[in-house]
């Protein structure tokens, strides 16, 4: 089988912060997948059949961040993915309560995503978290 790779660098949403141990992957004709994981600086190559692949990438399960995007595997080639195409976009609402200790929703916004603050009164309510 012929293969390629694809390398790139996983950055925060808006580029200020590269993202290590996500989740680089895809899937071959026959749902074999391909996987690798991005190292402290955020860097990954994956290694790939030749052709047109959707290319996964994700933290965790993927339910709070994750991108998908459309690439070319070039036989016996490295293509390099841009940056715009290789940030962690945020999918999911994120709430903090407000405390004194870390200010995590400062962390949160200097990574270029949101968050919403709730009360420990909405914390207890199912209807709130649900959202």
Same mark, same amino acid.
């Given at each position: %089988?012929?293969?390629?790779?694809?390398?790139?660098?996983? %950055?925060? #949403?808006? /580029?200020?912060?590269?993202?290590?141990?996500? $989740?680089?992957?895809?899937?071959?004709?026959?749902?074999?997948?391909?996987? *690798?994981? $991005?190292? +402290?600086?955020?860097?990954? *190559?994956?290694? +790939?059949?030749?052709?047109?692949?959707? @290319?996964?990438?994700?933290?965790?399960? /993927? $339910?709070?961040?994750? &991108? #998908?995007?459309? +690439?070319?595997?070039?036989?016996?080639? &490295?293509?390099?993915?841009?940056?715009? #195409?290789?940030?962690? =976009?945020?999918?999911?609402?994120?709430?903090?309560?407000? /405390?004194?200790?870390?200010?995590?929703?400062? @962390?949160?916004?200097?990574?270029?995503? *949101?968050?919403?603050? @709730?009360? =420990?009164?909405?914390?207890?309510? @199912?209807? $709130?978290?649900? #959202?």
């Amino acid at each position: %089988m012929k293969t390629g790779k694809l390398s790139g660098k996983v %950055m925060s #949403q808006n /580029g200020s912060k590269p993202i290590g141990g996500a $989740s680089v992957f895809t899937f071959d004709d026959k749902y074999k997948i391909y996987y *690798t994981t $991005s190292d +402290a600086d955020g860097n990954f *190559t994956l290694e +790939a059949p030749v052709g047109d692949h959707t @290319i996964h990438i994700q933290t965790g399960d /993927g $339910s709070n961040f994750r &991108t #998908q995007i459309s +690439a070319t595997v070039k036989n016996n080639e &490295t293509v390099n993915l841009n940056a715009s #195409q290789t940030k962690l =976009n945020q999918v999911a609402k994120i709430a903090y309560v407000k /405390g004194s200790y870390d200010k995590i929703e400062d @962390i949160i916004q200097t990574l270029g995503y *949101t968050a919403t603050e @709730i009360t =420990n009164t909405d914390l207890a309510n @199912i209807n $709130s978290i649900a #959202q």
